[in-house]
């Protein structure tokens, strides 16, 4: 059974709160101030304290759906060519990486108060249909993870548009506020595909299993270094990067979305962190990385700047 939890949304002005609004004033003007403190000028209704503000942010959401893309399903995590979504970094049950959602909820409520809607190979213009799915069970924290099978095509000539990756983004933001206007949503950076390069070049097996077709607009060629070679690779990160300011702009004008601040985009990964099948998705390392980044930014009082 899923209970739903009692709406946060600040409270209307009662009745009594705006009579002294109206009323102080004018006593004022009228010089009626007997029940002042001697010398102080203030009526009681002055010192008294204003109530805080109800937060906008809530860091500790009871419910979580995962959208978007193969990192968040744990392909190649625990086996060749297979989801594993026991370690996914969003609602995974691994007890080594501890997933976001058995952080925030526990272990026991982890398993049956998140959903993952997100698949495999997906790109940015399937994330409205999982909105649309995520909805549905009425969570209060959507988490997103998706843009990088958008940069990673067989060519660069085939990446996404900037202008259809906002256009997909914001649909999928707009099919969320018109089920769910006060659900939160977490939205983190696409990652440094040009560090995946840098770092899994420098593995033999890696680059073979690149040559079946992995990511080949950043991955093809790696030890080519001429300047089409890296002309390429330079647009493609060009890319990413434009894909984290969409998401960064958009998230912005909704006051109940968090972007990471680009922390998966910056995070200095290694082979540790990398699939041993692949050398492109996270490893179960890897995934654990995300749930802590993933935790950090959720729990914390402010937003990553």
Not at 26 to 40: F, H, Q, W, Y
Not at 212 to 241: K, N
Request: charged residues 25%.
């Amino acid at each position: 059974m899923r209970g739903q939890r009692r709406s946060r949304g600040s409270r209307g002005v009662t009745a009594a709160a705006l009579a002294v609004a109206v009323l102080v004033p004018l006593g004022a003007l009228a010089g009626c101030d007997s029940a002042d403190e001697p010398g102080t000028g203030a009526s009681s209704a002055e010192r008294r304290p204003s109530p805080s503000p109800t937060p906008t942010w809530d860091t500790s959401p009871a419910s979580i759906a995962a959208l978007g893309d193969s990192i968040t399903r744990g392909f190649d995590a625990c086996t060749v060519l297979a989801d594993c979504p026991e370690v996914s970094w969003a609602t995974g049950s691994d007890a080594k990486v501890r997933s976001l959602a058995s952080r925030l909820l526990g272990a026991k409520s982890g398993t049956t108060r998140s959903w993952n809607h997100a698949k495999s190979g997906a790109r940015i213009a399937e994330l409205p249909a999982q909105m649309t799915r995520a909805v549905a069970e009425k969570p209060e924290l959507v988490t997103v993870m998706v843009g990088a099978n958008d940069a990673c095509r067989d060519t660069v000539s085939h990446m996404t548009s900037v202008a259809d990756f906002r256009s997909s983004f914001e649909t999928s933001m707009k099919k969320l506020r018109e089920g769910l206007p006060r659900t939160q949503v977490y939205v983190s950076s696409v990652p440094d595909l040009k560090r995946l390069w840098s770092e899994g070049r420098t593995n033999p097996l890696g680059k073979q299993i690149w040559k079946l077709g992995i990511c080949q607009s950043m991955l093809g060629d790696p030890d080519v270094m001429d300047a089409a070679a890296t002309q390429r690779r330079d647009t493609v990160q060009d890319r990413v990067v434009a894909y984290n300011k969409v998401l960064k702009d958009v998230c912005a004008k909704d006051r109940h979305c968090r972007y990471d601040g680009g922390a998966v985009f910056d995070f200095r990964f290694t082979g540790d962190q990398l699939s041993q099948w692949d050398w492109f998705h996270p490893s179960r390392n890897g995934q654990q990385r995300l749930a802590e980044i993933a935790y950090r930014n959720i729990t914390a009082k402010e937003p990553p700047a």
